[in-house]
């Protein structure tokens, strides 16, 4: 079975576990795009997506908050369209089990130890950045959640 992390938002990212092999993907720019890379992993074998759920965060913009449940929506309708069964979950939820062990303050660099130690293997750094990206960590750490919920080695 391969597992999905999504961390919704434009600087989200999708995370892909089939048996050791992990991919990760930059969250597109369009549905479509969307749809090729989740229907890439679903057209090969069972899939079962853990999207972060969407919730309005203090201090965004009311055009910002819109924008992102669009994008939320956009994928919610994918992954019924694909008929790709899915999980949505709660930031502290999938974050209380994964951040286990860290000792690093904030949330974002208690992750960011998190998936470095958990997968040490995996590249976080974007091609062209200099910075560990937060998508991908929480994506990753999202998938990582998924396949202890559903007891996948």
Known sequence: MIIIGIDPGQKGAIVAMDGSEISLHQMPDDAL?????????????????FLEKSQAMPGQGSVSMFNYGVGFGTLLGVLAALKIPHTLVHPKTWCKVMHQGTTAGEAKERSLEAARRLYPQVELIRPRCRKPDEGYIDALLLAGYAKRVLNIT
């Open 33 to 49: 795009e969307i749809v090729r890379v989740l229907r890439s992993y679903s057209e090969k074998d069972e899939c079962h997506v």
